[in-house]
């Protein structure tokens, strides 16, 4: 595409808070005291107590493109498209815009609550710079794709956030802006609503319309969007391919969850030893030992590389890792079984290994201290968070010997070789070879 196609530019794009109400106030009336005495105010630099929310942010969309914006909470997403639709001018950088710009990026922002449905097509309408003629022609297609039916000539305070963004979704896809930016809005509504409203956002795209996406749901992302920008703290660490983008966005959540339980572990156990709670152990939730019946007691549990690296804390996607277990036998114990298992965020008990079903059986184990080995050369775990519990037992007593939760957390990176796009909620990859073949006439 030749450069006069941009629809919007960003160059050095930052912006800057204060972390409390009283600084932003402060800092706010001291730089607007200087502009007025004619005199530069110093937006460039943090002052005590102020934060970049964006920092040195630059891209360049064309028309009929989609850039999708992902990362976790806090990361700067939603100031950007702020920046971008006016609402916050930069500290430093500039934007450029071609064309008028549709925005959807809270539910219901910009209605007024007394006013009915209707009133506020024709209110948010002249915002989008269309006329009082160019909002009645495009009155019937807006109440039919909101679906709100004979609800238009209610007053919104009364609607729901689904009637919210169904009704702020409409206006802006309807009035054929040239720009479309939108902070995750395709969440709402059932999945007849969704296809509908995924359908119309690529027609725009194709009708040249270009798409700013800003959404936590990889699948959505995926869908509409051709490359994308991953930020973390307010920066940008990946700019290219939307799939490079899913894959860092995945790998930080998973980063973030296992360093929040490792955290939400220490703060429990602070207070169970305080006494001021009892620890209950969830998928990927706190650390706790239970001494069980006494007679066996787990001292150490290990996750190790294959290659002679020490402890791990992540794996790469597919990559072998050993599990070490010190044992201490208090009494001899018959039909000894070690068991390990695996949890992942949305579900328990996803992998189990035991001595005994691996083939292993041990009759019987008189006191002392032991090293358990367990290799793991084939592992498959799609990539995410995951905790492990160890648990010891015997083959003819009803109850935990010892039962020690999440012992350890691991975390297993995106591959770069292929992308993985499934359900957040898979757990584990298969293998498999796929073929067609046309049906007789259809050749």
Known sequence: MSADEWAIRAEGVSKKFGLTLRQSMKYGMRDVGRKLVGRSST??????????????????????EALGIMGVNGCGKTTLLRILNGVYAPDKGRVEVRGRVGALIAAGAGFAPMLTGRENVYVNGALLGLSTKEIDGLMDEIIAFSELGEFIDLPVKNYSSGMFVRLGFAIAAMSRPDILLMDEVLAVGDLNFQKKCYDHILQLKRNGTAIILVSHAPGAIWA???????????????????????????DQNSKNARRSDIQFSQAEAHAQQAGE??????????????PGTGDVI???????????????SELEFRQPFIIEV??????????????????????????????????SPIPLLQP?????????PNQNFRPGAYAFNVSVVS?????????WWKCAHLVVLSPRDQFLYSEPNAVMHFDAEFTHSALDGDK
Do not use: M
Request: hydrophobic residues 40%.
């Open 326 to 359: 010190d044992v201490t036998v208090i009494r001899p114990v018959e039909n000894f079984i070690l068991r390990v298992v695996l949890d992942a965020v949305h579900y328990r008990s996803i992998v189990t290994l035991d001595n005994y079903e691996q083939g």
């Open 43 to 64: 937006t460039d630099v943090l002052r005590e107590g102020e934060f970049w929310a964006v920092n040195d942010v630059g891209f360049e969309l064309h028309r009929g």
């Open 395 to 403: 083959k003819h007593v009803g109850t935990h010997l010892f039962l």
């Open 224 to 250: 509409v969007c051709d490359r994308g920008l991953f930020l973390d703290r307010g920066r940008v660490h990946v700019d290219g391919p939307i799939e490079d983008v899913i894959r860092a966005y995945d």
């Open 368 to 376: 002392g201290k032991y090293t358990f080995k367990i290799e793991v």
């Open 298 to 312: 787990c001292t150490d549990f290990r996750v190790l590389s294959v290659n002679g690296d020490g402890q791990v």
């Open 277 to 290: 709670l009892q620890a209950v152990a969830g998928p990927l939730g706190q650390s706790e030992k239970r």
